[in-house]
């Protein structure tokens, strides 16, 4: 029961940098999901999608970009990191229909120094 | 003033106390509505769930919705050292999108 996975776990950066943080699902879901959470100010939605080739800006969608090339993985890539964008990153998952609630990763903790 | 109102604590009881976490908010098109915890650590996971105003009880979980007021509730009844996380309230219309509050920070010491 795999659920939805997160890779890396943990990652530091450097300011400039680029990385793509990999989101992956086994749940067969229509809708994936990216957020970040900050002390303070919870969780807020960066991009989602709601299914394959598909993406949406969210709340926070600035210096991101996603890609959702397969049904099962989502990606989100930072192209010139920042120190803001130090965070906790979450990926989530849905059916879709509006009644079925989201199902979380375990997060990558992001540190851009 | 944001959609989702919730006190971020932290909150600290003895083990065996009753708990009450509440959040408010201001979107009457919000339909249903959800309690998330999160461990240290980890994910948020789905708690309790509900779409309609009342009571829905899940062992020593209780989470009460009162459309009218704008306000819910997740209560826990004997709590334990293992129920110490962060509580997460969240709702949602018909777009689909998850509106989170802040969470709230629980600690039962044994």
């Known amino acids: 029961n795999a659920g939805v996975t997160q890779t890396p776990k943990f990652r530091v950066l450097k300011t400039g940098q680029s990385m793509t943080l990999l989101c992956a699902q086994d749940m067969n879901h229509e809708y994936m999901y990216w957020y970040r959470q900050d002390p303070g100010l919870g969780l807020r939605l960066i991009h989602y999608s709601v299914g394959e080739g598909t993406t949406a800006k969210g709340e926070v969608p600035d210096g991101y970009n996603v890609s959702r090339l397969k049904k099962q993985n989502f990606l989100l890539g930072l192209e010139s990191a920042a120190p803001s964008q130090t965070s906790v990153y979450f990926c989530a998952s849905s059916t879709g229909y509006s009644n079925q609630p989201q199902h979380f990763g375990d997060g990558t903790r992001l540190s851009i120094l | 003033q944001k959609e989702v109102e919730q006190d971020p604590g932290p909150l600290s009881v003895p083990e065996g106390a009753i708990v009450s976490l509440n959040c408010t908010y201001s979107?009457?098109?919000?339909?249903?509505f959800m309690w998330y915890r999160q461990y240290s650590r980890k994910g948020p996971e789905l708690l309790m769930y509900?779409?309609?105003?009342g009571n829905k009880e899940d062992g020593r979980f209780t989470a009460q919705v009162d459309k009218s007021s704008k306000y819910i509730s997740l209560f826990i009844r004997d709590s334990q050292p293992s129920d110490s996380a962060t509580y997460l309230c969240a709702m949602k219309g018909n777009t689909g999108k998850l509106i989170f509050g802040q969470g709230t920070t629980l600690q039962v010491k044994p």
């Open positions: 979107n009457s098109a919000f339909q249903y």
């Open positions: 509900t779409y309609s105003s």
